[in-house]
């Protein structure tokens, strides 16, 4: 059957190169129709608490989007004029964003930054500067205010008075729809202020998502300077311009094709895929090497061109379908998952994969088929022996086969008992900082910032009451005290500030200043009247960013130096353990913020991306136990991918990097290309053995054909890949490492590891006698 | 605190007040026919003046989320002997956990007004700086600003128009403050209102902050003659919303007696404790 399939793609060749090729433009054209996810919520998991907790206070408190501007006079003090002056322009430029939640923009020149005096008489609220002040005597007053309030200290004002920061928070919205418009939108208010009396740096998440996605764009240069090197790969593998395009052209189109589909369906692409299509690149330059290899390898034998292309299509077609189908369903059962991030990652390589099968199985038959036979000298070129790639192969089959066999066993189970001893090692913690190198700008800002003020990362809890004045209870109100003082002793916590704060200072000043009195009332009505009491002194608003009006939820905001989320786990842990000791029944403690989303992001993608990889492997084993009907044959293929996984993760362990948003995308990425190699490894295997039953023999041929194309394949993806590690951007490198690492090693599992298991595991399905017409 | 005299203002007829504003002298040369905005001013400052009065309000907060809040005021004011300023006392029946609070205002048309506060939870009286005529007033919409009358020579008033304002003719008249200081302290650049031209009351008012970005909506409504003899109005209902906040506050007097001799101790740091 697919003997005359394959005849009538060559007969009707130019027929079917013209469909392909109108199929391919219409999805190119549809390109346009694919639609890129920039809405960075669609990208959370919105079913974690955290998020949920996000959710649910974002249109109260926001928090989501905080951003720290800092700026410091080249010389001196914050206290001059010019200073003060910019300050308070980009105050109330921040307040003209759209999207700006002005109840959160802090700055001296914020009219909620208020100084609370006790007096003899009562209590003084009073702006901490309403205008910039114009005399010495005014210059010293606010001076005194700030000082004598450190509740604003290292927030809005440097401790050593040399730099002050205005805190903006941001909420997304049509005129302000992503990470990169508030970057712009910070940009362009500093802009004007930028000159050589002063150095001003913002950071903050929303800035650092967007240096990420502008670091996103450039995989693009990188995915053009991977198909060049891919290419160059294949010229010296095959050494004849078919074997440097042909691959490419398949690869490519797949590329268009599954971009197109997505474009059709009306699957958005988000920016956590935007290393995808390098991996359908790679899948399918390398099924495209494989059968381009054995046409050479056909050709050889028969002479003819179209002979060559019809029984190298239908030898490695069979092959080619299984390990596509099989890798397609296993990337398309990640559409079970719940993130939308790792189901488009799923349906996009599957749809990628699919088009390879059908670009290799129609269009590159009935284009090889157009194209002439290679001649002598090209078919000479092709098979000329590489002296030291085919000396391998001819040392290492019977090696493998013979004596070798053990010490392959024996070396990879010491290989696993220090890649466990590794794995062990790997800690599960993101952070968006070391993606960046500290030459980069988004990094110097930031240290720039961290080490002035109390931290440029939010951790939100937030302490919902569930009914209307809860949270004037002075039992509650002292739990947050608490936990405050807990958050405090935390290293990577700069500061924590609530509405917990502003009582202690306001009971302070109602009894004139006395410092015995800076704590918590113990009468809820006297809380109630403190609150009113300063509600018609200060601003109905002022307390907006920390209690609801309606007293039933309040937030404890916590800055924090550090975005790692195993520093936030390990507060969270200890905030959990806080919660049920100190707050009455009835109250409920949520976590939220940047920091919090960050590590819901990540939890959910570590494990996500660990249950992919265990999906996908499980898958594999089904469908590779049915079509080599043989489960421990099916279990076998998947050793290759075992070790390449075991192995990237003992390099995250030994080189100190972590298993984050970033790095377990990697993974799956890795496995879903290293099965491929040991598929068609062990189908050629199969088929050699039932030519032979000579395994030693078997071996040599497999060797020297599917083991040779296993080669060029994972050089030319590894060197591919090798480009990324070129990129400054962190995780362009640690991406380019791995997938590079990954390929090495599922490739040499795949000639070395597989072929000695199957040696000494004889599955029955390959040992079967040689059939006679053969 | 010792030496605290009883002087207040009742804060509705305040609110009332308000809205009015006076006018430069070298604003208004008008043309023969033109009313003179300065003495609409004058009128729309003095029309609110009631000589004291005693009454029941219901001040409504509605957050930017539709999230309502309820505070019920009694209160008292008299006009004090200069004609101008007044006391007032302010008195909260309810949210329960204020219950008790109590704020006397005693307006210094020269300089800083007082106000002093009583917190039933502390048992004291305490006295609050207000310079500031942006600051909140009673936590609501309101400004300090926008119920302490203020002075008509501290603003420069402009008539743009004579339009019709429902069943009646209003006055358009901007006002842009004086000086930088009056600026500064009532956070507005500039105040546009439609003051009736039969009665010289404000029935609506737009407010744009310093940098001329809209900030407040003002309107008034239920308009009656409290003290037909001196020619004194009222509004019965008041709305201001913040349209930057989108915060509203809604206030209105359930019942209000004028010219009923408020006892002098009314305004007496005794009567707030009571």
Partial sequence: MLRSYVEVIVRYRVAVVAILGVISVYLGVNLGNLHVEVDPDKNLPQGHPYIQAQNEIDDIFGGKNIALIGIAPKKGDIFQPIVLEKIQRITDNLLLVPGIIRANVLSISANRAKDILGTEDGMIVTPFMETVPATEREMQELKDKLFRNPLFANSIYSKDGRTAAILADFRFNPELPDFPSIHKAIEEVVQDERDDSVEIHYSGFPVAASWMAKYSERMAIYFIIAVIVIGLVHFEAFRTLQGLFLPLLTALLAVVWGLGLMGIVGIALDPFNATTPILILAVGAGHAVQILKRYYEEYAACQDNQTAVIESTIKVGTVMLTTGIIAALAFFSLMTFQTTTIRTFGLFTGLGILSVLVIEMTMIPALRAMLPAPKHKEAQAESAERKYLDGALEWLAPYVSGSGSKAIIGATVVALGAWGYGTSMVKIDNSLKPYFSPKDQFYQDDTWLNDRFAGTNSLLFVIDGKEPDKLKNPEVLKAMEGLQDLLGKQEAVGKTLSIVDFLKKMNKAMNADDPEFERIPDSQELIAQYLFLYSISGGPDDFDAYVTKTYDKAIIQTFMKKDNTAVADEIIRKVQDYIPKHFPPGYEVKIAGSVASADALNHVMVEGKIRNIAQIWLIVVVLASLVLRSLVAGLLVTVPLILAVFGEFAALGFFRANLDIGTSAILPMAVGIGADYALYFIFRLKEELRKSQAFDEALLSTMRTSGKAVFFVSSAITAGYLCLALSPFGFHRKLGLLVALAMVISSLGAITVLPALIKHVRPKAFFLKPKKDQ | ?274
């Fill in chain 2, 1 to 274: 605190m010792r030496n605290f005299r009883t002087v207040m203002i009742v804060l509705g007829i305040g609110l009332a007040v308000s809205v009015s504003l006076s006018a430069h002298a070298e604003d208004t040369a008008p043309d023969a026919g033109t009313p003179d905005v300065t003495e609409i001013m004058k009128k729309n400052f003095m029309v609110g003046k009631l000589t004291d009065s005693e009454s029941g309000m219901t001040m409504v907060l509605i957050d930017a989320r539709g999230i309502r809040r309820e505070r019920k005021v009694e209160s008292f004011s008299k006009l004090l002997p200069n004609g101008i300023d007044q006391e007032r006392v302010a008195k909260f029946l309810s949210p329960p956990d204020v219950r008790g609070t109590a704020t006397l205002t005693r307006e210094h048309s020269g300089g800083d007004d007082d106000i002093w506060v009583y917190l039933p939870a502390l048992k004291k009286v305490r006295r609050l700086v207000a310079s500031n005529k942006r600051d909140s007033f009673m936590g609501s919409d309101f400004s300090y600003g926008d119920v302490i009358t203020p002075r008509v020579e501290d603003w420069n008033h402009t008539l743009v128009k004579t339009e019709p304002c429902g069943e009646h003719n209003c006055y358009v008249v901007e006002s842009v403050p004086a000086s930088e200081d009056i600026k500064r302290n009532t956070g507005y650049g500039k105040r546009t209102q439609w003051i009736r031209t039969d009665n010289y009351m404000t029935v609506k008012g737009e407010y744009a902050d310093l940098a001329g970005r809209p900030l407040k909506e003002f309107s008034a409504s239920g308009l009656f003659e409290a003290d037909s003899k001196l020619g004194r109005w009222m509004a019965k209902s008041l709305r201001m919303k913040n349209l930057q906040t989108e915060g509203v506050t809604e206030i209105s007097f359930d019942e209000i007696k004028v010219n009923v001799g408020v006892p002098e101790d009314t305004f007496s740091e005794r009567y707030l404790k009571r």
